[in-house]
């Protein structure tokens, strides 16, 4: 059984910072391009960051030189290192496979505010 179970997530002040983690299981998780993705109120999910097999990394325009996506493979975990966050960045947080996602996990929430 595919699972995602993310965690980190929290209330956080403008300019502040975070860890979001993911456990994957039911997947090979090394042969696995691995993402995380995000959900505002009443907009589409995105894609925020993405990294390889290999460890090669992409991001959304909106997070470059902010966020940064790693993986362990030998947990079967990805992580997301947000910094300089904006309310913008306000969201349900999700990681999964990509480009074709399994089953979404519950995700953590993010919320930027003063």
């Known amino acids: 059984q595919v699972q995602m179970v993310e965690s980190g997530g929290g209330l956080v002040q403008p300019g502040g910072s975070l860890r979001l983690s993911c456990a994957a299981s039911g997947i090979i998780f090394s042969a696995n391009t691995m993402a995380w993705y995000r959900q505002a109120p009443w907009k589409q999910r995105e894609l925020v960051a993405v990294?390889?097999?290999?460890?090669?990394?992409d991001y959304g325009d909106f997070v470059k030189g902010r966020f940064t996506i790693s993986r362990d493979n030998a947990k079967d975990m990805v992580y997301l290192e947000m910094n300089s966050l904006k309310p913008e960045d306000t969201a349900l947080y999700y990681c999964?496979?990509?480009?074709?996602?399994?089953?979404w996990g519950q995700g953590t929430q993010v919320t930027v505010s003063s």
């Open positions: 999964n496979t990509h480009p074709r996602p399994m089953p």
């Open positions: 990294i390889s097999r290999g460890g090669g990394t």
